[in-house]
Every structure is written in C-alpha cells, then in structure tokens.
C-alpha cells in the first residue's frame, strides 16, 4: 500500500529533477489541512452582510441622486418658462401633471396662441395634436419610473411689456419616500 503524498519510485527515473518538485507539492498538501465547513460559512455569511449593506448604500444614493436631478430639471424648466415668455413677450403656461392626469410625470410649455415649445435636445416626450397645434408632453428624469410629480400645477408666465407677472405655485417631486418642493414667487423668483 501506498503512502499518501509520496510518489512511487519508478525504474529507471532520477531521484531529483521533476520528482523532487512532486514530492516537495505533495508533502505542502499533506501539512494543510484546508478550511473546514464552519469557517466557510463564516467566511460567506460576512461576504453576504458586505454585499447587502454595498447594495442598500448603492440604492440609497441612486434615489437621493435621481431626486436631485429631478429638482434640477423641474427648476430649468421654470426658468425656461420665465424665459421664453420674457424672449417671445408672450404669455406662456407651463404645466407639471400629476398622478390622476392623462400624462402622468410629464410637463410642457403652452404659448398663448396654443402652440407647444419643442423640449430640449435628449429630452424624452411625447407629442399631442390640439386644436391644430403639436403638444410636446417631455417626461421627467426621461421616465424614470420612481419618480413622481405630488400634483398638477400651472404656472403661468405673463408678459405685458415691461412688465412679468408669474402666478405663484410650488412643484414637488418625490421618490422612495423622499421629496423636494419648489416654489416660484410673483416676481419669478425660484426657492
């Protein structure tokens, strides 16, 4: 019978050279004894508490992230409305929808005449046809389907001249529990 870990001798081979190397291999196996069942466990049971805080911590910040870019966007989109009806000397309707409206999650630009602003290059939208007009309904945050805006607000811009008056309203967002309020005074002032 033969040992474990040792190697028989064969006829006619050297004693050194690659034998050694095997036998040297062989005798490191035969010293280590591995880890055992309980310490493997061990070992991925503190893989997996790493791994799910990692994931939480990761979500946690994609919401708080996505949040803020939706405020951001919801703020260019009132100074853009401040904008325009300033630029265009016209009257200009921008309108945020909520949940219970046609176009959840969405708002757009309304000129006086009825017509729609075009959304920003890469925005994400959808079109309308009224009254012979194209309604350009632009998605927030592209759609993204955590996001939601609290209620359906009108703001409306109004040029007369030299003089611009904006009907005071507050937009809010939220996502995962979490939300952010903008509000717009008369003088068109964003806090």
């Given at each position: 019978?033969?040992?474990?870990?040792?190697?028989?001798?064969?006829?006619?081979?050297?004693?050194?050279?690659?034998?050694?190397?095997?036998?040297?291999?062989?005798?490191?196996?035969?010293?280590?004894?591995?880890?055992?069942?309980?310490?493997?466990?061990?070992?991925?049971?503190?893989?997996?508490?790493?791994?799910?805080?990692?994931?939480?911590?990761?979500?946690?910040?994609?919401?708080?992230?996505?949040?803020?870019?939706?405020?951001?966007?919801?703020?260019?989109?009132?100074?853009?409305?401040?904008?325009?009806?300033?630029?265009?000397?016209?009257?200009?309707?921008?309108?945020?929808?909520?949940?219970?409206?046609?176009?959840?999650?969405?708002?757009?630009?309304?000129?006086?005449?009825?017509?729609s602003e075009p959304p920003p290059l890469g925005s994400a939208y959808f079109t309308e046809q009224a009254g012979g007009n194209t309604v350009y309904y632009i998605k927030l945050q592209q759609g993204d389907s955590g996001l939601a805006i609290a209620a359906s607000v009108?703001?409306?811009?109004?040029?007369?001249?030299?003089?611009?008056?904006?009907?005071?309203?507050?937009?809010?967002?939220?996502?995962?529990?979490?939300?952010?309020?903008?509000?717009?005074?008369?003088?068109?002032?964003?806090?």
């Open positions: 019978m033969r040992e474990r870990g040792v190697l028989p001798e064969a006829p006619g081979e050297e004693l050194g050279g690659r034998r050694a190397v095997l036998e040297k291999v062989f005798s490191r196996a035969r010293d280590e004894d591995g880890f055992n069942l309980i310490e493997l466990m061990v070992y991925i049971l503190i893989l997996a508490v790493m791994l799910g805080t990692a994931t939480y911590f990761f979500i946690s910040v994609r919401d708080v992230n996505s949040l803020n870019a939706a405020a951001i966007e919801v703020r260019s989109a009132l100074e853009r409305g401040f904008n325009m009806a300033n630029a265009q000397n016209q009257r200009v309707t921008l309108s945020f929808y909520g949940p219970g409206s046609n176009y959840p999650n969405t708002y757009a630009f309304k000129k006086n005449d009825g017509s009108d703001v409306v811009y109004d040029n007369q001249g030299t003089l611009m008056t904006v009907s005071p309203a507050s937009v809010t967002v939220s996502r995962a529990g979490r939300s952010k309020t903008l509000s717009i005074n008369a003088n068109g002032e964003i806090n």
